[in-house]
């Protein structure tokens, strides 16, 4: 009987045992996931004991494995490309790199939120230069949006463009008697003339087309050039027939177009040689993103009844859908640009001075800002990052990751894009380098001319064009 009676009593100190090593695990298991749900948010005990919220950092640079400085300290081994979590605020970053020019920016770091830095560049300060192809004539040169093509023109009809992420450079001949109007064939010459004025460039995104903009007398002609087969190449205006004041290329292959025909925007469909009807009419200007357009036009007709701020509106279609959406009314014809950034798309609209950005969805609006002065010129950045904004000299960098805005000025109004996310400026012969936010100013070559384009190709070589010559530079080790 009394061992039976033991045996009772170990069985329920043994249940006892389980119940409480169970409440203790879930117990852990809570505040386990507490302590992880809260520190994911950004939450954090300081060296004061204090909670705080936190973000994170994630930086890279090009080349990689430089030094990462942050508020004066160099924490051990800490290297780009890399992610470092941080007390919200301000934080000065420094990268350098032994044999490499250094690179800085502060920062602010917004509670639980991911701020990245990916674009930052050093320069390799000790650089050989390669002479590789002289410029002759009355030369000039576009460069493809990815920096790997570049197409030299001149006043002839014979062209020709370069692969420049090739080690050796072989220029590819253009033979462009056929493309365009504003073409002299003469028995005097040997070659033809070309006698248009290029007023204006724009490729297509996989660089295998561009479509060039010219004026002959007082005649406007546009020319889809093919540079691996030219005899695909297309002259839009004589094809159409048609006087078209702006043309942009709607995809990557430049089959299909977009055009503004006596006001009124229509799509051309290239390889099929159609246009379509009016998609809007009296467009002021519009921006796309892939077959999404944004716009902004003149309402067709305005009655005495109807206030003044009903003169123009901004508006959204999608290519294929029957209807568009009115999604403002202004006084004003304002510039508006769709974008996306992250996994959502944005429809900023400079009116004047005055800047906002939308979601697209419901046009609702994120941020509002006042410039200085009144940009003529809107464009985005790569992957919709920034928008820069510019009129003369002076520009505007609506920096999307870090949702603000700086105003800077350039040494002149004769700038370019380096690679995605950097300008550069010839001034007197010096080449003058920044980031897309005006940040880092350097210095990076000397006797460089200013009439041609300089560009960064495949994060390895510069280019520039210096005393009639090509120019290559390596920029990292190698």
Avoid: C
Wanted: hydrophobic share 40%; net charge negative; proline share 2%.
């Amino acid at each position: 009987m009394i061992k039976n009676m033991d045996i009772e009593k170990q069985k329920k100190r043994q249940s006892l045992r389980v119940i409480i090593s169970e409440i203790i695990m879930v117990f852990a298991v809570v505040v386990t996931v507490t302590i992880l749900a809260f520190i994911v948010s950004g939450y954090w005990i300081n060296s004061d004991f204090e909670v705080e919220r936190q973000g994170m950092l994630q930086i890279s640079s090009i080349p990689s494995g430089a030094n990462v400085e942050i508020d004066g300290d160099s924490p051990w081994l800490q290297r780009t490309n890399t992610s470092k979590v941080l007390a919200s605020g301000e934080h000065k970053i420094v990268l350098t790199k032994d044999g490499y020019d250094s690179w800085s920016k502060t920062i602010n770091i917004k509670e639980g939120l991911l701020y990245r830095l990916h674009y930052p560049r050093l320069f390799l300060t000790e650089r050989t230069s390669e002479h590789m192809l002289p410029i002759t004539g009355d030369t000039m040169a576009t460069v493809s949006p990815d920096h790997a093509t570049m197409v030299f023109v001149n006043n002839t009809t014979k062209w020709s463009f370069l692969n420049l992420n090739s080690d050796k450079l072989e220029p590819k001949p253009l033979d462009i008697s056929k493309a365009f109007s504003s073409v002299s064939l003469a028995e005097s010459s040997s070659t033809g003339l070309f006698t248009g004025e290029i007023i204006k460039t724009d490729w297509d995104n996989d660089g295998d087309h561009v479509l060039f903009k010219v004026r002959q007398d007082d005649k406007i002609e546009w020319v889809l050039i093919d540079l691996h087969d030219v005899a695909k190449s297309v002259n839009i205006t004589k094809e159409f027939s048609a006087d078209f004041s702006d043309i942009k290329i709607l995809d990557n292959s430049a089959n299909n177009l977009l055009a503004v025909r006596n006001h009124n925007l229509h799509k051309i469909d290239v390889s099929g040689k159609q246009i379509s009807s009016v998609l809007v009419e009296n467009i002021i200007n519009f921006d796309h993103f892939d077959n999404e357009i944004v716009f902004t036009a003149k309402h067709a007709t305005i009655t005495v009844d109807q206030p003044t701020d009903t003169e123009y509106y901004i508006g959204y279609f999608k290519l294929g859908d029957d209807e568009t959406t009115e999604l403002e009314t202004l006084t004003t014809p304002a510039k508006v640009v769709l974008s996306r950034f992250y996994d959502k798309k944005y429809i900023t609209v400079l009116d004047g001075n005055q800047l906002s950005v939308h979601q697209k969805d419901d046009y609702s609006e994120t941020t509002k800002f006042e410039l200085t002065f009144a940009p003529d010129q809107m464009v985005v950045g790569h992957n919709g990052e920034f928008i820069l904004m510019s009129t003369d000299n002076s520009l505007a960098t609506l920096d999307m990751e870090a949702d603000l805005v700086r105003e800077w000025t350039i040494e002149n109004n004769n700038y370019g894009w380096l690679d995605n996310d950097m300008l550069y400026t010839v001034s007197e012969g010096e080449l003058i380098v920044y980031d897309f936010d005006g940040y880092n100013r350097r210095s990076i070559a000397k006797n460089t001319s200013a009439h041609f384009p300089v560009a960064i190709t495949d994060n390895k070589w510069l280019y520039y064009v210096s005393d009639d010559e090509l120019i290559r530079e390596w920029i990292v080790e190698h």
